[in-house]
């Protein structure tokens, strides 16, 4: 089963709110990713984990928090975001052993930032 | 040069022609190479990896890899209307981030 999950599926807030984006596997993979992807464009990485330690940060801006709880849990804390925020936000896991490895994606989420 | 670069299309092919998808790399993208599928509105579905010289063949699909050349293609055969969908090409270098080319958009006219 090679299954990423992510809720919500889609997502409205202001740009005076505070949400947070869940990504969840199962599959014992020990690097998950956050991409941000506008429309006709391809995914656009933001944040690396592995090993529940950020490995790589994207030079994104600080009203994108990440957050990696445990090694299934993955969040991104969304705060005073800005219309241009408004993309598809998706989560991919690997498991982390060599670089031969697919990363598998979730099914997105859908922000819409007002 | 853009690290993986693909052709910029889109590409409209009858059905059960050959759709053939091209893409170029440079040296910090040379690991490993990958297909992914997206039709829109949806996250990208992985359609074939390759790792080593040559042909590999999974159904209709056959990718293909030339390092020398650092090339890598995708040919569809038997190509459906529901092959219609935007193509991405990724690559990952020494550090494992992928990286994506800018996508091709595939019709297949019935």
């Known amino acids: 089963d090679t299954e990423v999950t992510q809720t919500p599926k889609h997502l409205v807030m202001g740009m005076t709110n505070k949400k947070s984006l869940k990504c969840e596997q199962h599959m014992g993979h020990r690097a998950m990713y956050w991409y941000k992807q506008k429309a006709k464009k391809p995914p656009e990485l933001m944040f690396v984990y592995s090993y529940e330690k950020l490995s790589i940060n994207e030079s994104v801006p600080s009203r994108f928090s990440p957050e990696c709880p445990n090694s299934s849990l993955l969040n991104l804390h969304l705060h005073a975001l800005q219309p241009e925020d408004s993309a598809l936000y998706l989560c991919?896991?690997?498991?982390?052993?060599?670089?031969?490895?697919?990363?598998?994606f979730g099914p997105g989420t859908r922000l819409l930032v007002l | 040069q853009k690290e993986v670069e693909q052709n910029s299309g889109p590409l409209s092919v009858p059905e059960g022609a050959i759709a053939s998808l091209n893409c170029t790399y440079s040296?910090?993208?040379?690991?490993?190479f990958f297909w992914y599928r997206q039709y829109s509105g949806k996250s990208p579905e992985l359609i074939m990896s390759i790792y080593s010289n040559g042909d590999k063949e999974d159904g209709r699909f056959t990718a293909q890899l030339n390092k020398a050349s650092q090339y890598v293609s995708l040919l569809i055969r038997d190509s459906q209307p529901s092959d219609s969908a935007t193509y991405l090409c990724?690559?990952?270098?020494?550090?494992?981030?992928?990286?994506f080319g800018k996508g091709i958009t595939l019709s297949v006219r019935p």
């Open positions: 040296d910090r993208v040379s690991q490993s």
């Open positions: 991919a896991s690997r498991i982390a052993g060599t670089v031969q490895e697919t990363q598998y």
């Open positions: 990724a690559g990952t270098g020494a550090n494992s981030k992928l990286t």
